[in-house]
C-alpha cells in the first residue's frame, strides 16, 4: 500500500494560506448553476468533491469554464437543469450527493445518482423521504435508504410543507432548503427531531441570501421559503478559506510551539468551523484572530489541558481535538458526535482503534469519545485512513510527538486538500531554497547554512552528477533519455556523514570531475531523469528544516519555500574560484578552457524547457561576485532570521 512517513518533529511555525472551503465551494456552484445569469467564482477548491460536483454540473446541462488558477464562471440555467437524462458519478462527495438528489427530484427529468461502495453506504432516507413528500419519484437502486438512486419525471406539488429530520445529517435541510425554489413556490419545512450541525445551515442560509432567496426561520424548527423565491446571480462571489482545515495546522501551533497562523479565515468567516478555536484555547492554547486569520501558540506552560466539549456545532473540525488531546493533560471527552459515524467512514470507531496505537486510552460511546493523554510518545504508528482526509490530515499531528508516523493512502486529503502533507510540512521542516549557476559557491553556502542552523542539507546537484556516474560506468549513452531515466528512478546512492556513496562505494570524488559535470548538466535536461528524482528530493525535507541547493529547488521541487535564494556571481569569478579550488588540490587547469565550459554549461541549464535554470520572482538576489564565504553565509543567516525566526533560534 502507498503510504508517507513522517518523521519526528517537535516544533511548528509559519503561515498557510488556506485553500477554499468545500461546504461553500460546492454550495455556490449549485446555486450559480440554477441561478439566472452568470457567476464568476473566486478561490473555488479543486479537491476531488469540487470536481465531482463540476463534472455532475456539465452532465447537466451547465456552461461553466475555468478561468485563471482557481477562478470558475457558471452560466446558470435560471431554473431546474436543461438536461433531462443523465448518470451521475458522485464518488464519496456527500456535499455533492445530496443537494443534486434534491435539485434534480423536482427538476422533472430521469436521472441515476451513483458514488463509491462507501457512499452507498451513507444513508439519505431522510431527504428521500421528505422530497417523495412534495410528490418527486426517487427509486432505490441499492439497499433500502441507500445510495445508488434513480429518479423519475414527476409532478411536484407546489408550496406547502415538508418535513424532514434533523438528527442525521444538516445536509438533508441543506438540500432540499437549496432546491426548494425550484418549485417556483413558497413552501415550510419543519424540522423532526433535533437538528445537528446548525453552523452548516447558518452558511447555507448565508449562501441562499447572496442569490437572492432569503429564508425566514423560527429558531431551528421550520423554515419558510418565500412565494416568489428564485436564484439570481450575484456576479462575483469569493470562497473563503475551509475552517475545518486550518483545524490541522492552528492545532500544530498549539502543540508545538507556534506561532501558526492560517490565512482565509477568521472572525468574519460563515463558516461555524471557525470556533474550533475557541475549543483549542479552551485548552489553554494562544488563540488571536483577525478578520480573516487565526493563529495558535502553545500555551505558557507548554501544555494543553484536556476538555469537555458539544461538538455539535464543530462536528467536522472536532476530530482534530480527539487528536490534541493525545497531547493534553487529562481526559478529554467529546460528546453529541453521532454524525461521525456516517461519514466518510465510521470515524468514532476509526479513531479510536487509531489513538490506541500512540498507547492511548481511549472510551468509545455511541456518540462519544473520551481520550487520555499526557502520553510519552514511545511508539511508532502506522496509521490506517479509511479513505477519509480528516483522518489523514489528524494523524499527521502525532509526528509532533516527537514519533515517526506512517500515513497509509496519504492521498485520501485530494477529497478536500490535495497539497495539505506539503504545506503541513511548510510548518514543520520549512525549506531554504538556494539556487543559482554553477560553480557559483551556492552549495559551500548551503552547507555551512545548514550545518549553523542545525537543518538537514540535500545537493541536488549530486544527484544528477550520481546518474551521469552511474551511466558513465555502465555504458548508458548520455543521449538515451528512457536509459538515464531508468537510472534515475533506482539510483544506487546514498548520502552518508557527508560521504557521497555510488553502489556502497565513495564517489564525492568522481562525481566531480569535468567529464561528470559536463555529463550531468546533459543528462539534466532530460524530463524523464527529473521526474524520477523529483519524490526523492522531496523526502529530504524532514524536520526541524532543510536547505536545498540546485538549479529548480524554488521553481519545481519546493515551490512552497519560505525562503528563496538565487545566488550567483559572474562568469568570471566562478571561472576563477574553480580554478584556484584545482590548482589547490594539486591538479592542473586552463582559466579560459574553464570560463569556456561554465559558460555552455549555464547556456544548458538555463535553455532547457523543464526546469530551467531561473530567478523565480519571490526569489530574493545574493550576488557573491565581491564577497567572501562568510559574508555570503551571514547575509543567508540574515534573511533566515527575518522570515523564519524559529530556524534561525538555533544558530
Ligand atoms: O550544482 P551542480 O553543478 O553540482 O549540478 C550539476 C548539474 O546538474 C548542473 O549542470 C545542472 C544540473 N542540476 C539541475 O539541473 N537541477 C538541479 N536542481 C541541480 C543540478
Request: charged share 25%.
Given at each position: 500500500m502507498?503510504?508517507?512517513?513522517?518523521?519526528?518533529?517537535?516544533?511548528?511555525?509559519?503561515?498557510?494560506?488556506?485553500?477554499?472551503?468545500?461546504?461553500?465551494?460546492?454550495?455556490?456552484?449549485?446555486?450559480?448553476?440554477?441561478?439566472?445569469?452568470?457567476?464568476?467564482?473566486?478561490?473555488?477548491?479543486l479537491?476531488?468533491?469540487?470536481?465531482?460536483?463540476?463534472?455532475?454540473?456539465?452532465?447537466?446541462?451547465?456552461?461553466?469554464?475555468?478561468?485563471?488558477?482557481?477562478?470558475?464562471?457558471?452560466?446558470?440555467?435560471?431554473?431546474?437543469?436543461?438536461?433531462k437524462?443523465?448518470?451521475?458519478?458522485?464518488?464519496?462527495?456527500?456535499?455533492?450527493?445530496?443537494p443534486?438528489?434534491?435539485?434534480?427530484?423536482?427538476?422533472?427529468?430521469?436521472?441515476?445518482?451513483?458514488?463509491?461502495?462507501?457512499?452507498?453506504?451513507?444513508?439519505?432516507?431522510?431527504?428521500?423521504?421528505?422530497?417523495?413528500?412534495?410528490?418527486?419519484?426517487?427509486?432505490?437502486?441499492?439497499?433500502e435508504?441507500?445510495?445508488?438512486?434513480?429518479?423519475?419525471?414527476?409532478?411536484?406539488?407546489?408550496?406547502?410543507?415538508?418535513?424532514?429530520?434533523?438528527?442525521?445529517?444538516?445536509?438533508?435541510?441543506?438540500?432540499?432548503?437549496?432546491?426548494?425554489?425550484?418549485?417556483?413556490?413558497?413552501?415550510?419545512?419543519?424540522?423532526?427531531?433535533?437538528?445537528?450541525?446548525?453552523?452548516?445551515?447558518?452558511?447555507?442560509?448565508?449562501?441562499?441570501?447572496?442569490?437572492?432567496?432569503?429564508v425566514?426561520?423560527?429558531?431551528?424548527?421550520?423554515?419558510?421559503?418565500?412565494?416568489?423565491?428564485?436564484?439570481?446571480?450575484?456576479?462575483?462571489?469569493?470562497?473563503?478559506?475551509?475552517?475545518?482545515?486550518?483545524?490541522?495546522?492552528?492545532?500544530?501551533?498549539?502543540?508545538?510551539?507556534?506561532?501558526?497562523?492560517?490565512?482565509?479565515?477568521?472572525?468574519?468567516?460563515?463558516?461555524?468551523?471557525?470556533?474550533?478555536a475557541?475549543?483549542?484555547?479552551?485548552?489553554?492554547?494562544?488563540?488571536?484572530?483577525?478578520?480573516?486569520?487565526?493563529?495558535?501558540?502553545?500555551?505558557?506552560?507548554?501544555?494543553?489541558?484536556?476538555?469537555e466539549?458539544?461538538?455539535?456545532?464543530?462536528?467536522?473540525?472536532?476530530?482534530?481535538?480527539?487528536?490534541?488531546?493525545l497531547?493534553?493533560?487529562?481526559?478529554?471527552?467529546?460528546?453529541?458526535?453521532?454524525?461521525?459515524?456516517?461519514?466518510?467512514?465510521?470515524?468514532?470507531?476509526?479513531?479510536?482503534t487509531?489513538?490506541?496505537k500512540?498507547?492511548?486510552?481511549?472510551?468509545?460511546?455511541?456518540?462519544?469519545i473520551?481520550?487520555?493523554?499526557?502520553?510519552?510518545?514511545?511508539?511508532?504508528?502506522?496509521?490506517?485512513?479509511?479513505?477519509?482526509?480528516?483522518m489523514a490530515?489528524?494523524?499527521?499531528?502525532?509526528?509532533?510527538?516527537?514519533?515517526?508516523?506512517?500515513?497509509?493512502?496519504?492521498?485520501?486529503?485530494?477529497?478536500?486538500?490535495?497539497?495539505?502533507?506539503?504545506?503541513?510540512?511548510?510548518?514543520?521542516?520549512?525549506?531554504?531554497?538556494?539556487?543559482?549557476?554553477?560553480?557559483?559557491?551556492?552549495?559551500t553556502?548551503?552547507?555551512?547554512?545548514?550545518?549553523?542552523?542545525?537543518?538537514?542539507?540535500?545537493?541536488?546537484g549530486?544527484?544528477?552528477?550520481?546518474?551521469?556516474?552511474?551511466?558513465?560506468?555502465?555504458?548508458?549513452?548520455?543521449?538515451?533519455?528512457?536509459g538515464?531515466?531508468?537510472?534515475?528512478?533506482?539510483?544506487?546512492?546514498?548520502?552518508?556523514?557527508?560521504?557521497?556513496?555510488?553502489?556502497?562505494?565513495?564517489?564525492?570524488?568522481?562525481i566531480?570531475?569535468?567529464?561528470c559535470?559536463?555529463?550531468?548538466?546533459?543528462?539534466?535536461?532530460?524530463?524523464?531523469?527529473?521526474?524520477?528524482?523529483l519524490?526523492?528530493?522531496?523526502?529530504?525535507?524532514?524536520?526541524?528544516?532543510?536547505?536545498?541547493?540546485?538549479?529548480?529547488?524554488?521553481?519545481?521541487?519546493?515551490?512552497?519555500?519560505?525562503?528563496?535564494?538565487?545566488?550567483?556571481?559572474?562568469?568570471?569569478?566562478?571561472?576563477?574560484?574553480?580554478?584556484?579550488?584545482?590548482?589547490?588540490?594539486?591538479?592542473?587547469?586552463?582559466?579560459?578552457?574553464?570560463?569556456?565550459?561554465?559558460?555552455?554549461?549555464?547556456?544548458?541549464?538555463?535553455?532547457?524547457?523543464?526546469?530551467?535554470?531561473?530567478?523565480?520572482?519571490?526569489?530574493?538576489?545574493?550576488?557573491?561576485?565581491?564577497?567572501?564565504?562568510?559574508?555570503a553565509v551571514?547575509?543567508?543567516?540574515?534573511?533566515?532570521?527575518?522570515?523564519?525566526?524559529?530556524?534561525?533560534?538555533?544558530?
Amino acid at each position: 500500500m502507498e503510504y508517507l512517513d513522517l518523521a519526528p518533529a517537535s516544533h511548528a511555525s509559519g503561515s498557510v494560506r488556506l485553500p477554499g472551503s468545500k461546504s461553500i465551494s460546492n454550495r455556490f456552484l449549485l446555486l450559480a448553476a440554477l441561478a439566472e445569469g452568470e457567476t464568476s467564482i473566486r478561490d473555488l477548491l479543486l479537491s476531488d468533491d469540487v470536481k465531482r460536483m463540476l463534472e455532475a454540473l456539465r452532465a447537466l446541462g451547465i456552461d461553466w469554464q475555468r478561468g485563471e488558477g482557481n477562478d470558475f464562471r457558471v452560466r446558470g440555467a435560471d431554473g431546474a437543469f436543461p438536461a433531462k437524462q443523465a448518470e451521475l458519478f458522485l464518488g464519496n462527495a456527500g456535499t455533492a450527493f445530496r443537494p443534486l438528489t434534491a435539485a434534480l427530484a423536482l427538476s422533472k427529468g430521469h436521472y441515476r445518482l451513483c458514488g463509491v461502495a462507501r457512499m452507498h453506504e451513507r444513508p439519505i432516507g431522510d431527504l428521500v423521504d421528505a422530497l417523495r413528500q412534495l410528490g418527486a419519484d426517487i427509486r432505490y437502486l441499492g439497499n433500502e435508504g441507500f445510495p445508488p438512486l434513480e429518479i423519475r419525471p414527476a409532478t411536484i406539488r407546489a408550496g406547502g410543507r415538508v418535513t424532514v429530520r434533523g438528527e442525521a445529517s444538516s445536509q438533508f435541510l441543506t438540500a432540499l432548503l437549496m432546491a426548494l425554489p425550484l418549485t417556483g413556490a413558497g413552501a415550510v419545512v419543519d424540522v423532526a427531531g433535533e437538528l445537528i450541525s446548525r453552523p452548516y445551515i447558518d452558511i447555507t442560509l448565508n449562501l441562499m441570501a447572496r442569490f437572492g432567496v432569503t429564508v425566514e426561520r423560527d429558531g431551528w424548527r421550520e423554515f419558510r421559503i418565500p412565494a416568489g423565491a428564485r436564484y439570481r446571480s450575484p456576479g462575483m462571489v469569493f470562497v473563503e478559506g475551509d475552517a475545518s482545515s486550518a483545524s490541522y495546522f492552528l492545532t500544530a501551533g498549539a502543540i508545538a510551539g507556534g506561532p501558526v497562523r492560517v490565512e482565509g479565515v477568521g472572525r468574519d468567516s460563515i463558516q461555524g468551523d471557525v470556533r474550533f478555536a475557541e475549543a483549542l484555547a479552551a485548552m489553554g492554547a494562544r488563540i488571536e484572530m483577525g478578520p480573516n486569520w487565526i493563529e495558535a501558540r502553545a500555551p505558557e506552560s507548554g501544555r494543553l489541558q484536556a476538555l469537555e466539549l458539544d461538538c455539535n456545532h464543530i462536528p467536522d473540525a472536532a476530530m482534530t481535538l480527539a487528536v490534541a488531546a493525545l497531547f493534553a493533560e487529562g481526559t478529554t471527552r467529546l460528546t453529541n458526535i453521532a454524525s461521525w459515524r456516517v461519514k466518510e467512514t465510521d470515524r468514532i470507531a476509526a479513531m479510536a482503534t487509531e489513538l490506541r496505537k500512540f498507547g492511548a486510552k481511549v472510551e468509545e460511546g455511541a456518540d462519544s469519545i473520551a481520550v487520555s493523554g499526557g502520553l510519552t510518545f514511545v511508539q511508532n504508528a502506522a496509521i490506517d485512513t479509511y479513505d477519509d482526509h480528516r483522518m489523514a490530515m489528524c494523524f499527521s499531528l502525532a509526528c509532533l510527538g516527537g514519533v515517526p508516523v506512517r500515513i497509509h493512502d496519504p492521498s485520501c486529503v485530494n477529497k478536500t486538500f490535495p497539497d495539505y502533507f506539503e504545506r503541513f510540512a511548510g510548518l514543520v521542516a520549512p525549506v531554504i531554497a538556494i539556487d543559482g549557476p554553477s560553480a557559483s559557491g551556492k552549495g559551500t553556502v548551503a552547507a555551512l547554512v545548514a550545518g549553523k542552523l542545525g537543518l538537514h542539507y540535500l545537493d541536488s546537484g549530486a544527484l544528477y552528477r550520481l546518474v551521469a556516474l552511474a551511466a558513465l560506468r555502465r555504458g548508458v549513452a548520455l543521449d538515451d533519455g528512457e536509459g538515464l531515466a531508468r537510472i534515475a528512478g533506482s539510483l544506487p546512492a546514498s548520502f552518508e556523514g557527508g560521504r557521497i556513496l555510488l553502489d556502497g562505494e565513495d564517489a564525492g570524488t568522481a562525481i566531480r570531475s569535468e567529464e561528470c559535470s559536463a555529463g550531468a548538466s546533459k543528462v539534466a535536461a532530460f524530463p524523464a531523469v527529473r521526474a524520477a528524482l523529483l519524490e526523492r528530493q522531496r523526502a529530504y525535507r524532514q524536520a526541524p528544516g532543510l536547505v536545498a541547493e540546485g538549479r529548480d529547488m524554488g521553481s519545481v521541487v519546493f515551490p512552497g519555500a519560505p525562503l528563496k535564494v538565487f545566488l550567483t556571481a559572474t562568469a568570471e569569478a566562478r571561472a576563477e574560484r574553480r580554478y584556484k579550488q584545482l590548482i589547490d588540490k594539486g591538479m592542473s587547469a586552463n582559466i579560459d578552457i574553464l570560463l569556456q565550459d561554465l559558460r555552455e554549461r549555464d547556456a544548458r541549464d538555463s535553455a532547457r524547457a523543464v526546469a530551467p535554470l531561473q530567478k523565480c520572482a519571490d526569489a530574493e538576489l545574493l550576488d557573491t561576485t565581491a564577497m567572501t564565504v562568510d559574508e555570503a553565509v551571514a547575509w543567508v543567516i540574515e534573511r533566515v532570521r527575518q522570515r523564519l525566526p524559529q530556524a534561525a533560534a538555533r544558530s
